[in-house]
């Protein structure tokens, strides 16, 4: 569908397309509207629960979707089956022994069709023993756009499977909680079942052409770059430095659907105009950078690339913050590297991407995106140093576990 989309929207602007997207398209798990939960028979009765902290990719293949993988990872402490007291005896050795096992792992290795549905077949890893399972599973909604703020694609997957908890070496015990005896241990089912809810979302090159950027595109090819600019300088007069800042990331962004539709000296023109509007801005300077790299100019850009580097300055955590975001300004600009390798640009993305992973050495999707540069430009074993940094950052990476598997 995307691919349907694209030439679609790029036609009625009267733009040239950009190159066909890779064949897969990676998908990140949206652990905000997925559901893991399990059901096992305990007594006369059923205990349920869920695990309420997930990642996940998926790498799409819209054309074979047989080819298509996924990586799900899954933080075994966030167990919750409605119990605090149970939960904590559930995170012991006498369970899942979640501080010596913290995540629940599963790979697939084959898709395959079954009926109307499908079937992952893979690796399923708990409590350090790995088995063999096999997931039948359909599609609730197949990859749609959403048409939402975010304008991102959109699918959602539903599927089932029964596990043998020995199997996993997930006994019980009561060395942690005497209640827990022999006897009502011998009351609890060996066969879990599990259900699975996932949606996930792909932020593509499309993704990023809101309604805004798209009427820009418009102006500009109507009216030229320096309307836009002169549009820009107007509204930095009438507005305060802290109002103006946000259009900075704008700038970012429409750069890159420039670039993505060749335009790039217009692109390259408005990108120095941003690094005039903001100069003490380490991302415009490292758009303007990767512009030039685009048209060619390796020279100016790699003096732009450390300009850029000498501008930055690290976020600043808050450490009582409860619900730490990602950095805005890192955003934007890894979505602009991945947007590049989409359309075709990875040569020039590949120094953008090393330099944003030399700003943020401990953000793990920087490397990954590094790694997807340097493998799209050919560079396999540089790639694999590249997914082996993100992995050891933050060992349950999902991107970077999917793509090391598919160099």
């Known amino acids: 569908m995307m691919n349907a989309l694209i030439p679609f929207a790029f036609g009625a602007l009267g733009l040239t397309a950009p190159p066909a997207a890779p064949a897969l398209q990676e998908y990140l798990v949206d652990a905000g509207h997925s559901i893991v939960e399990f ?31 996924v990586t799900i990872v899954i933080e075994s402490k966030s167990i919750d089956t409605g119990w605090p007291h149970r939960d904590e005896h559930l995170r012991t050795s006498d369970f899942f022994d979640v501080e010596k096992y913290p995540s ?24 350090g023993v790995t088995r063999q399972v096999s997931i039948p599973f359909h599609l ?7 048409g939402a703020d975010s304008n991102w694609m959109i699918m ?44 996930g979302y792909s932020s593509d090159a499309e993704s990023q052409r809101s309604s805004g950027i798209v009427a820009a595109l418009e102006r500009i090819r109507t009216s030229g770059v320096d309307a836009q600019i002169s549009r820009l300088l107007d509204l930095k007069k009438q507005k ?16 890159s659907a420039l670039l993505a539709t060749k335009r790039v000296d217009d692109a390259v023109k408005l990108s120095r105009a941003l690094t005039e ?8 300077r490292l758009v303007h950078a990767f512009a030039l790299a685009v048209s060619g100019d390796n020279r100016a850009a790699a003096a732009q690339f450390a300009k850029g580097k000498e501008l930055f300055k690290p976020p600043v955590r808050d450490p009582n913050e409860k619900f730490p975001q ?20 990875a040569s020039a993305a590949v120094p953008f991407a090393r330099t944003l992973a030399e700003l943020y050495p401990s953000t793990a999707r920087a490397h990954t995106t590094y790694g997807l540069a340097l493998a799209a430009n050919g560079e396999r074993a540089a790639a694999t140093a590249a997914y082996a940094r993100a992995l050891s950052v933050d060992p349950g990476e999902t991107r970077a576990m999917e793509w090391r598997r598919r160099l």
Do not use: C
């Not at 908890?165 to 827990?180: E, P």
């Not at 305060?240 to 750069?255: Q, T, W």
């Not at 805005?328 to 640009?345: C, K, M, P, S």
């Open 104 to 127: 629940i792992v599963f790979q697939s290795t084959r898709l395959r069709q079954s009926g109307n549905g499908w079937i992952a077949d893979g690796s399923l890893t708990m409590r």
């Open 39 to 69: 059901s096992i028979g305990f007594a006369f009765s059923r205990v349920k629960g869920r695990f309420t902290s997930s990642k996940g990719t998926i790498l799409y293949d819209p054309a074979q979707p047989a080819n298509s993988s």
């Open 326 to 345: 990602v950095d805005t300004n890192w955003y934007y600009l890894d979505q602009i590297a991945r947007t590049a390798i989409e359309v075709g640009y």
């Open 240 to 255: 305060s430095p802290a109002e103006f800042e946000p259009y900075a990331n704008g700038g970012e962004v429409l750069v």
């Open 156 to 199: 959602n997957v539903a599927g089932e499977l029964r596990i043998a908890r020995a199997d996993f070496g997930i006994l019980g015990g009561s060395t942690f909680n005497s209640w827990f005896d022999k006897a009502r241990a011998a009351t609890m089912a060996d066969s879990v079942d599990i259900d699975l809810e996932i949606e």
């Open 277 to 284: 509007m903001f100069p003490a801005h380490h991302g415009v």
């Open 140 to 146: 609730l909604r197949p990859p749609t756009r959403s």
